[in-house]
């Protein structure tokens, strides 16, 4: 167990470094930093007094270990839009993104599974046909058609909920902000998770089903029925615990997924996550912005997969023990 | 009076355009400590039978007619709810397959435990000591340590073990097993036969077991129904029927029945079995392509030549040499192969024999040793020409025939493949002509290779993978478990063809099996493995007759006693 985590480790810092290398390839060589941090009236004595004083002149593995040690401490450099250090500007964006995305993650885990579940076991029922067939609008729609959708119907024809922004936010500790503490904050989170969360609930729905059907045709399902098991022990117990190995996998590279890629939603919806910022980011060339975005998103992915390993481990004996 | 009766049972599956009778029309019954067996081959309609009384019929098969009686209360119109309370409760059955029949993610304990007190009102410490309990009494040592154990640490035959310590979990009157032992080995199936023979007095429970095997029959039954295309065909005491079988479908079963004690010329084909080979329009072999241009060089001694074969596979990966695990899968093994002769490998599983035709063939890179195949040493072959050469006088029979076809291509684009690979025809007709022919000759007939694999059964496919075999024009073939998964009528069929291709061809074969009725009838040499090694190679009968090494005398001691199966007045086709 030990060994196996040590070396997901590993791998998991080779990874971050080879992304760390994308980086700062991208930092360095697309277009000349100075020219983007100086306007045109500064001279060529100045920009090479500037570029002396940032180490642009060192050699490039040393400049390289300087990007990856600040970086491991999240210093990221200075935006060259706001003038101001990267790592402020995401810890005021991070609370929003996390929120979003935590809840439609949580949307689409807890209606997504019971549903699948059903669809499973009950496979000819119309309910379950009606599932499939809703799962398909989820799938084939995209994100911004939904998330329009959405607002047309519930914003400016029946004007319940709010179209944009995050409602009424409370402050907790030094940089936290959280919607969750207001009812004006709850009803913005509404709309975007569900148009965020409304794919991955049809993923996991859809990849419950198939693997809830594969299981439950095996012999060992077989065999608890022969013993006379109620119901709720071989469905929940046998079938559904078979059926997680998959699920997790799937449920823990989307929920990267959520966090990685909620621009699109925040775009529609005006959410002062971090997508936005990158998207505005992109538009401007700042570097520094986008170079840390891209180390942020691989560093969640590598995280979730560890944690999804790790998870195998709890789940699949077959996995902890050494074979007799 | 008896645990169970079976009256007039017929279960019907309903399909779109008609209906399947599965069971037409049944009648048997077992009393308290008696065995009764449900003998048939494949789609004879057993297992129907046994998901039938405990009420698990697959859909949309249903029970159309006829009654259930457990105890004498009918319990063939029960509820689903009052059925499930049977189950386990009243009626245990045991499954084939040991490997996928326990949950891989629970404890043996815990699902010991859920099954004891879905039935018993026993509290969670009971329910444990119980289980103990259980484990201890169908063998499995160290209960109390082993119970805590997921089922991948069991080895098959103790998880057999376990599975029949699950039907028992609360005393049912009534134990159905089907193929309980078709999965192991025969050492493994003596232990788990006994074992079950012995609860069965000691509990005094019924016995239902389902089986396509006589040994298993003969073995441990006391009365017998033969099953054929859902219709009970004979029924009677075990020795009434094996031994004078009346009806002419058990006398020609039993008739199909690799004999262990003698050895015949042919095997006697069922021929009350249809479908046992179209007509076939034979092929002249000393003027026909498949015959002809037998160009391989001619050597005076063995065809085959393997010296200390060693083959061990990594089990543990590590980039130091001292932390990794490898698993011997061939010891030192030794032996020829004479020209003409078929050479059989006997062992259980795990003992090397599939290893030993894969590195013939080059399918793995032995770790060390030589095999040398005519003049030439197969080890050190490096030029793709050699090496396609080589693969050219050797092939391959595989012993599943459904996944051994590719599912996507025509038959006879199958066949007709390694031709064109080793470019041995001249032209696309003449390919075609010869597939044509190849088909006929396994007795197929030539209008197959339009089909698909999926539309031939198990047997018919088995004639297509020789079919692909003979394509290259081989002179060694390798059979491995060719007909283990096929049924006793099929495989005398199959053996048979293959004894005569080896006549007409000349052809050398190693012949890989773990049965030894089966071994005896094909082969001329036999070598015993056991564990990578090989304990002993003799002529056939000498091996029967005088077993050298204390581990064939094991084997052939292990081997069920067919000697109550009557063999007269059989005539071998």
Redesign the interface.
Known sequence: MIGFATRRLIQAMIVMLVVALLAFTMFRFVGDPINQMVGIETSIEEREALRERLGLNDPIPVQFLRFVTNAAQFDFGTSYQFRQPVSELFAKRIPATLELSFTSALFALVVGIPMGIYAGLNRESPISKFFLSVSLIGISLPTFFIGILLIFLFSVTLQWLPSFGRGDTVQIGSWWTTGFLTISGLKALILPSVTLGLYQMTLIMRLIRAEMLEVIR???I?????????NR?VNF??AL??TLVPVITITGLQLGAIIAFATITETVFNWPGMGLMFLQAVQNVDIPIMSAYLLLTAFLFVAINFIVDILYFY????LR?G?? | MNVLDIKDLTVEFPSRKSVFVAVDDVDMSVEAGKVLGVVGESGAGKSTVGNAV?G?LQEPGHIAGGEIFLHGKRIDNLSYKEK??????KI??I???PL????????VESQLV??IR??LPLSAKDAQKRAVELIDSVGIPDPEERIKQ?P??F?GGMRQRV?IA??L??EPELVIADEPTTALDVSIQAQILELMKKLCEERNVAMLVITHDMGVIADITDHVAVMYHGDLVEYGETTQVLGAPKHPYTQSLISAVPRPDVKVDRFPVVNYIEKAGTPQKQIDISTHWLGKSRDYEQVAGPLVQIRDLDMRFEVRGSIFPSQRKYFQAVKKVSFDIEQGETFGVVGESGSGKSTIARLITGLYHPTGGSILFGKTELTSLTNRKDVLAMRRQMQMIFQDPFSSLNARMRVRDIIAEPIKFHKLASSNAEVRQIVDDLLDHVGLGAQSGQKFPHEFSGGQRQRISIARALATRPRFLICDEPTSALDVSIQAQILNLLKDLQEELGLTMLFISHDLAVIRQMCNRIGVMRNGELCEVSDCDELFEHPKHPYTRELLDLMPSLELLSRANLETA
């Open positions: 095996t012999d060992y077989k065999f608890a029925r022969a013993r006379g098991l109620p022990l117990r046998h615990k078979n789940i699949d004996p077959r023990v074979r007799p | 405990i698990l499930r309370l049977l189950r386990g409760r245990g059955m499954f084939q397959d996928t029949s326990l949950d891989p993610l629970q404890t859920e099954t879905t039935h997921y991948h640490q080895s599975v699950l039907a979990c609360a």
